[in-house]
């Protein structure tokens, strides 16, 4: 993508890049993402976070059984 590597914000990237948010960040009422500089963090409902990113919700994290 040619951004640096941690932090990158999902909103307003020059190109579209595939972005996916684990699903249990659907058990909070808020999340914090990257508000596209560094320091910047942005509250806001995952639901909303997925819509304004064109994010699809996935499960990324494993669990341990």
């Given at each position: ?22 699903e ?42």
């Amino acid at each position: 993508t040619g951004y640096h590597v941690g932090g990158i914000s999902p909103f307003g990237q020059k190109k579209k890049v595939p972005t996916a948010i684990d699903e249990t960040a659907l058990s909070h009422v808020t999340v914090f993402v990257n508000g596209g500089q560094r320091g910047l963090q942005i509250e806001i409902d995952p639901n909303d976070a997925a819509l304004a990113a064109g994010a699809s919700m996935k499960a990324l994290v494993a669990t341990q059984d």
